[in-house]
């Protein structure tokens, strides 16, 4: 199994293959969850109180048998007609500093890799290009402490690169000594230009080599 986490400062981390049942990593995430449901509450009120009528039942049960998150909160409001899409309901409501977002724990991107390595997956950068980073020293300086930490490998195959910044992240991933990854991000309503497993219009393809090298760090 996989998850993916969410580290500060733009860094999403994908951990794979999770063994099932108590490890380092899991325990930690058990603190965060109920720190998140805690936050989900909080948001609920914030939301209230500037006018939208939505329940914590409501988000839960978009949310399924999922972890509750921001992308929920949003689909209900779509459906509700308080935005138009999920962009507008995180630009208006759930970013970073709108007005119905409530900060939360979470683990930093050498907690969740050492972590990870701990519990015997594999943790992977997600799209790099999001790290908000200002200056190529800091970007190196990131990556030198992930790769201390534990970091095995990075996404190159992502929906919005093309062929040149694929290129370009495979060679940051060899000269970092990572492994290079690919998925198509995909998020359900959220994302819904997204195809799981194929990204936009199919333009995401996986080679299960990839996948075999990634398992072999696995334990």
């Known amino acids: 199994r996989g998850i993916e986490l969410a580290c500060g400062n733009g860094l999403h981390m994908l951990v794979l293959f999770l063994p099932a049942g108590p490890s380092a990593l899991g325990n930690h995430l058990e603190e965060i969850k109920v720190g998140r449901i805690n936050r989900n509450v909080q948001m609920i009120g914030r939301l209230n109180a500037l006018g939208l009528d939505i329940t914590i039942e409501e988000v839960e049960k978009e949310a399924g048998e999922g972890v509750v998150g921001r992308p929920h909160f949003a689909s209900v409001m779509v459906e509700k007609g308080y935005v138009s899409d999920a962009n507008s309901a995180f630009n208006e409501y759930l970013g970073n500093s709108p007005p119905g977002y409530v900060d939360r724990k979470t683990l930093t991107g050498p907690e969740a890799a050492t972590l990870a390595r701990q519990s015997g997956a594999v943790p992977i950068m997600a799209h790099p290009h999001t790290l908000r980073l200002d200056n190529a020293s800091q970007f190196e300086g990131r990556l030198s402490e992930l790769k201390s930490a534990g970091l095995v490998g990075m996404e190159v195959i992502y929906p919005s690169y093309d062929e040149a910044d694929r290129k370009v992240y495979r060679q940051v991933a ?36 990839i996948l075999e090298e990634l398992r072999s760090f696995a334990s």
């Open 174 to 209: 060899r000269d970092y000594g990572f492994l290079p990854s690919g998925g198509s991000d995909f998020h359900g309503a959220y994302k819904p230009h997204i195809g799981l497993g194929t990204g936009i219009g199919g333009n995401v393809t996986v080679p299960e080599s």
